[in-house]
């Protein structure tokens, strides 16, 4: 068998000799491990013995790698800028999205609002005309949001006289004394309720009793349900 | 066994000294490093065949180490020395790779 006859011979290889020419080859293997550990720590500041031509193949890969990080990097950078210029963009959209609806919501009345304005107690007279009068009159001089008892007066507000002389407010009956609440520069408000033959004066001359309260802070929180528009859509 | 001996000898020599390589002989050491290493390997595969010489080993390792040096040398004085330092490894590598896969078949039969 070969094989083993290969593992006698290793064997005797490794087995002690003296002779000259062996002590040769210990020398030569003394050199070589010498040569070795020598050159694996050479190897570590490799840089300062590389020939010329390799020193210019390494700067030219790294010249390479570089442009190539430098690419990168302004790729990187110009995306960066497009996302944060992008979000900009969208922060605002939204900023002013959210203004629109606050102020639509407002018109609406789908949302509660508060700020100066009035608070006017009409008492004696039930009288839709009046009321409708009334609310006109606060429209006109720049009513933004109008509440009479428990319902929000928006542009769709009908008043309606039922059968038995109650007021009705959008199908809901309302009992007075009739309080508006109404958000609005309060000195114009006042000021078109008590023009002469105006709002007040209707309701002493029927009889009946007003007060107006001017307020720092009046809050509308009557809501309307939002009805989807059954044929208008917008016009493009 | 010397030869064992010897190469921890040489290492431990290596650690201990920390020489510094003299400048006229860096671009050599490490191919004379490999050029030696395929004289040891070519050694093995004479042993596993039986027909190791000592004198062989010596004159085959000595002229190995100078060849590969004065091909080294001779690329350096002809402008190719980083293309002919590549060469003589590859060359070297493949043969020590050919003496493993011979002393592998003998000893392990496969």
């Known amino acids: 068998m070969s094989t083993n006859r290969s593992w006698v011979r290793v064997r005797g290889a490794l087995r002690p000799k003296r002779d000259a020419s062996h002590l040769l080859v210990g020398a030569l293997f003394a050199l070589l491990g010498f040569g070795i550990v020598v050159q694996v720590g050479a190897a570590d500041d490799n840089l300062a013995t590389a020939r010329q031509s390799d020193l210019v193949g390494i700067l030219d890969d790294l010249s390479v790698r570089s442009d190539r990080l430098q690419a990168e990097l302004r790729d990187l950078s110009a995306t960066r800028d497009r996302l944060r210029s992008g979000s900009a963009g969208d922060e605002a959209a939204l900023a002013e999205a959210e203004r629109r609806a606050a102020v639509l919501g407002i018109l609406a009345g789908t949302v509660a609002a508060e700020g100066p304005g009035l608070v006017v107690t009409i008492d004696g007279v039930d009288d839709a005309a009046l009321l409708l009068d009334t609310v006109q009159e606060l429209r006109d001089a720049g009513a933004e949001a109008i509440q009479l008892g428990d319902v929000r007066v928006v542009a769709s507000t009908y008043f309606t006289q039922a059968p038995d002389g109650r007021v009705q407010v959008d199908g809901v009956t309302v009992d007075g004394p009739y309080e508006f609440r109404v958000i609005g520069d309060p000195r114009t408000l006042a000021a078109a309720l008590r023009i002469p033959g105006g709002v007040l004066d209707s309701v002493r001359g029927g009889g009946g009793d007003a007060t107006v309260v001017e307020q720092e802070t009046v809050t509308v929180d009557a809501l309307r349900a939002l009805s989807a528009a059954g044929y208008a859509q917008p016009a493009p | ?110």
């Open chain 2, 1 to 110: 066994m010397i030869a064992v001996v010897g190469l921890i000898v040489g290492v431990i020599a290596g650690l201990l000294l920390q020489p510094v390589i003299p400048v006229w002989l860096q671009p050599y050491l490490p191919i004379a490093v490999v050029a030696a290493l395929d004289a040891v390997f070519g050694a093995a595969r004479a042993i596993v065949d039986g027909v190791f010489s000592d004198r062989v080993f010596v004159i085959s390792f000595v002229s190995n180490v100078l060849v590969a040096a004065l091909i080294v040398f001779l690329g350096d004085q002809l402008g190719v020395g980083a293309q002919l330092s590549t060469g003589v490894v590859v060359v070297l590598a493949m043969r020590i790779f050919a003496n493993a896969a011979a002393i592998r078949r003998k000893l392990l039969g496969a």
